[in-house]
């Protein structure tokens, strides 16, 4: 049981290009979500998902993208990356039975600069 | 909406010793209240969590958090370090009515540092 996934581990880009990072959970969980973790900020919530072909914005959602097209994968697509979003990224998965008591499982995290 | 107010950027405490790292919360809806950890380079870990009940929660390595209404903090202890509690933590909640979201709202985060 890998848990929850994520790749790559470390990414540079530059101002316009495109990405998708990876996200994967093991568990059968129907709750995925992003989010973005900034110094002195903790961590802020992206995109979510509730299960397959389900989607929707959480707090800070602008400039990214993603879809939901199986249960176990979450990718998040930057389109034109910009140095604001130079970030440590997580991807969290959770069940969705009791609500928002579920813990949510986070992946390691990927770290992406944005020169 | 809620805010999580984590009042120690950084503790440093010497090995064995007790500590003790605040948090506070402020919403406008009843919340559920979770402490994760971060180790170097990982993702976060929970370490316990409040959902009703006893004020006292345990979690995980030792340590333990006590929910306080009236002033809305949710302190974590320990009565004694190690070095290997060395990490970030991170408090946070998430609302008891479920609008699907489930976003957590986390604080800014403790460095504790434990020295020999």
């Known amino acids: 049981n890998a848990g929850v996934t994520q790749t790559p581990k470390f990414q540079v880009l530059k101002t316009g290009q495109s990405m998708t990072l990876q996200c994967a959970q093991d568990?059968?969980?129907?709750?995925m979500s992003w989010y973005r973790q900034d110094p002195g900020m903790g961590l802020r919530l992206i995109h979510y998902?509730?299960?397959?072909?389900i989607t929707d914005q959480g707090e800070v959602p602008n400039g990214y993208n993603v879809s939901r097209s199986t249960t176990e994968d979450f990718p998040l697509r930057l389109l034109s990356a910009a140095p604001s979003q130079t970030s440590v990224y997580f991807c969290?998965?959770?069940?969705w039975g009791s609500g928002s008591r579920e813990t949510q499982y986070f992946g390691p995290g990927t770290r992406l600069l944005v020169l | 909406a809620q805010s999580v107010t984590q009042l120690d950027s950084q503790v440093p405490v010497f090995e064995e010793a007790p500590v003790e790292l605040r948090c506070n919360y402020s919403?406008?809806?009843?919340?559920?209240l979770f402490w994760y950890v971060q180790y170097p380079n990982q993702g976060l870990q929970l370490l316990l969590k409040?959902?009703?009940?006893?004020?006292l929660v345990k979690g995980i390595n030792g340590f333990e958090a006590e929910f306080n209404k009236s002033q809305t903090s949710f302190h974590l202890r320990k009565p004694s370090v190690h070095i290997s509690d060395t990490a970030e933590y991170f408090c946070a909640v998430s609302p008891r009515v479920d609008t699907g979201r489930r976003a957590l709202t986390f604080g800014s985060g403790t460095r504790l540092q434990v020295q020999p």
């Open positions: 409040y959902l009703s009940g006893s004020t």
């Open positions: 568990m059968n969980h129907e709750y």
């Open positions: 998902s509730v299960g397959a072909g």
């Open positions: 969290a998965s959770s069940y």
């Open positions: 919403s406008s809806v009843s919340v559920y």
